[in-house]
Structures are given as structure tokens and as C-alpha cells.
């Protein structure tokens, strides 16, 4: 084949997938809760341009991470946003905030930045689905508990959550990841404790108003929780995905699971 075809090939391939290409931005929100600005990334899909509106899932990163995280670690994921014709939203939840808004720390108002001002931000500056039946949240880790946390609290606000590996119990680790920083110590704060751990605030769902896949691996320090709330979900008649298989507390781990959650995601926006 001549040289002249070959780069013609070469050229039109390169040009393509640019052409099919997710775009990223980096965008700066400011927190009238915390008097700060934050940073997100915001995920649009190739079609962005073109489109009407589009869901949105929010995307929480773990503990001492932040909006970077996703883009940076799991290369590659954000693919999804062509495949399932979405945006993908990656807020910054602080280095260890368990997206509350702490009673302890007026720099740590996490619950109402994303539930609130972040998604009053999103809807306002992108052609977005401006309802629940547009919107779901996931995340890793400490962005696990945090995702289904905030679902739970605010279900006229999501419509889908996830959760990868997640600290859905929190109760078993008092003295770990700065959780007594935000909520005072679990010994001298007890009810804060309790009340602020999702395998707790099952009271909340009724059946089949909040769709939901909880995933972690069975060398996870936090298989045993998930497990436990798996059972507690089942004795409620909450209809879940349970997803489990060999694997860590790890990036390779979370990036093979995010796939799974954003299909989760992207079939509860075509059911609407």
C-alpha cells in the first residue's frame, strides 16, 4: 500500500477518535456554605454540542483524594460519557469530609455543596435532565458512603446510587480517616455516630423509589460492612444490585467497578 494511503488512513483514525472523544473540563464552584470556591471535573460526551439534555451522575472520589482523582487514576473511564450519552460530574469532597456537613467544622459542609449548591451549578451551566430522573451518584470508599448518604437524604434530588466499596458502616472504624474530626468523637458522640452511618438510615427508602448497586471486593476491609447492609437491604424488601468478586481496596478495582455502576446508571435514565 502506498505511503500516501497509509497516512491518509493514519490521519482519518486520529481525527476520528478525536471526534468521538469525551471532553473534560475544570470547572470553579463557589460554596456560598463554606465562603469557598471548589473545583470539579465535569465529563461531557462527544455529542454535547448537539444534544437537548443529558443525565448526570455525580461522581465522588475516597478519602484524601479529590476532584482529580477519577480522570487521573482510573485513565480511561471517562470513555463512558460517549458510550451512555451522559456527563459525569467529579466534585472535590475534601481530603476527609464523608460528604457531611459536619456539626464540628463550618469548612466542612459537604451534604449541602454537592446535594445543593454544586447541583443548582451543574443544571444552571450544561444542558442537563433537571430532575431526579436525570440524576444518580456514586463513588469509592469514603465517596461509597458518601454517594449513598446523600441519595438517601435528598431522594427528591437523585434518582440512582451506588456505591464502590464503601464505608457504609462507620461505627467499626472510630479512630480511622478523620471521621471523629467531622463528627466529634464516637465515644463522646454517640447518637452522631449512629445517625450519621448509612447502614442506619434504611428508614428513609421505601421500595423501588431509589435505585441502587452496591459493589465491593472480597479482600476489601470493608466487605464485611457491605455485606451487612446487603443483608439488611434484603430483610427490607429494597430491591439492589449486589455485586461482589476477588479484589482489594485498589484503582485496578474501582476502575473494572465504575464501569458497572455507570451502566447501572445509564439503564435507569433509558427506563425513564
Same mark, same amino acid.
Given at each position: 500500500? !502506498?505511503? #500516501?494511503?497509509?497516512? %491518509?488512513?493514519?490521519?482519518?483514525?486520529?481525527?476520528?477518535?478525536?471526534?468521538?472523544? #469525551?471532553?473534560? =473540563?475544570?470547572?470553579?464552584?463557589?460554596?456560598?456554605?463554606?465562603?469557598?470556591?471548589?473545583?470539579?471535573?465535569?465529563?461531557?460526551?462527544?455529542?454535547?454540542?448537539?444534544?437537548?439534555?443529558?443525565?448526570?451522575?455525580?461522581?465522588?472520589?475516597?478519602?484524601?483524594?479529590?476532584?482529580?482523582?477519577?480522570?487521573? !487514576?482510573?485513565?480511561?473511564?471517562?470513555?463512558?460519557? =460517549?458510550?451512555?450519552?451522559?456527563?459525569?460530574?467529579?466534585?472535590?469532597?475534601?481530603?476527609?469530609?464523608?460528604?457531611?456537613?459536619?456539626?464540628?467544622?463550618?469548612?466542612?459542609?459537604?451534604?449541602?455543596?454537592?446535594?445543593?449548591?454544586?447541583?443548582?451549578?451543574?443544571?444552571?451551566?450544561?444542558?442537563?435532565?433537571?430532575?431526579?430522573?436525570?440524576?444518580?451518584?456514586?463513588?469509592? #470508599?469514603?465517596?461509597?458512603?458518601?454517594?449513598?448518604?446523600?441519595?438517601?437524604?435528598?431522594?427528591?434530588?437523585?434518582?440512582?446510587?451506588?456505591?464502590?466499596?464503601?464505608?457504609?458502616?462507620?461505627?467499626?472504624?472510630?479512630?480511622?480517616?478523620?471521621?471523629? !474530626?467531622?463528627?466529634?468523637?464516637?465515644?463522646?458522640?454517640?447518637?452522631?455516630?449512629?445517625?450519621? %452511618?448509612?447502614?442506619?438510615?434504611?428508614?428513609?427508602? %421505601?421500595?423501588?423509589?431509589?435505585?441502587?448497586?452496591?459493589?465491593?471486593?472480597?479482600?476489601?476491609?470493608?466487605?464485611?460492612?457491605?455485606?451487612?447492609?446487603? !443483608?439488611?437491604?434484603?430483610?427490607?424488601?429494597?430491591?439492589? =444490585?449486589?455485586? %461482589?468478586?476477588?479484589?482489594?481496596?485498589?484503582?485496578?478495582?474501582?476502575?473494572?467497578?465504575?464501569?458497572?455502576?455507570?451502566?447501572?446508571? #445509564?439503564?435507569?435514565?433509558?427506563?425513564?
Amino acid at each position: 500500500m !502506498k505511503k #500516501s494511503v497509509l497516512l %491518509t488512513i493514519f490521519l482519518f483514525t486520529i481525527i476520528h477518535s478525536w471526534a468521538q472523544a #469525551s471532553v473534560v =473540563d475544570t470547572v470553579e464552584v463557589y460554596s456560598n456554605v463554606m465562603k469557598k470556591k471548589l473545583k470539579a471535573v465535569i465529563i461531557k460526551p462527544d455529542n454535547y454540542n448537539s444534544a437537548t439534555t443529558l443525565p448526570v451522575v455525580y461522581l465522588l472520589h475516597g478519602y484524601s483524594d479529590n476532584h482529580a482523582g477519577w480522570v487521573t !487514576k482510573a485513565a480511561g473511564f471517562q470513555k463512558a460519557a =460517549d458510550l451512555h450519552n451522559m456527563i459525569i460530574v467529579c466534585p472535590d469532597g475534601g481530603y476527609s469530609s464523608w460528604y457531611w456537613d459536619s456539626p464540628v467544622d463550618a469548612q466542612s459542609q459537604y451534604e449541602t455543596y454537592i446535594s445543593k449548591e454544586l447541583v443548582a451549578f451543574v443544571d444552571a451551566q450544561y444542558k442537563t435532565v433537571k430532575d431526579r430522573k436525570g440524576r444518580a451518584i456514586t463513588g469509592l #470508599s469514603m465517596g461509597g458512603h458518601g454517594a449513598l448518604y446523600l441519595a438517601f437524604k435528598h431522594q427528591d434530588v437523585f434518582g440512582a446510587a451506588g456505591s464502590m466499596s464503601g464505608g457504609v458502616d462507620i461505627r467499626p472504624f472510630p479512630n480511622n480517616w478523620d471521621m471523629a !474530626k467531622r463528627l466529634g468523637k464516637l465515644a463522646e458522640q454517640p447518637e452522631r455516630w449512629e445517625k450519621n %452511618t448509612v447502614v442506619n438510615m434504611l428508614h428513609l427508602l %421505601t421500595p423501588n423509589n431509589l435505585a441502587l448497586i452496591i459493589d465491593c471486593g472480597t479482600e476489601d476491609f470493608f466487605y464485611e460492612v457491605n455485606e451487612n447492609l446487603h !443483608k439488611q437491604l434484603l430483610y427490607r424488601n429494597i430491591p439492589h =444490585d449486589y455485586l %461482589t468478586r476477588p479484589g482489594g481496596h485498589n484503582w485496578p478495582y474501582w476502575t473494572n467497578a465504575v464501569q458497572y455502576q455507570l451502566l447501572f446508571m #445509564s439503564n435507569y435514565f433509558n427506563k425513564k
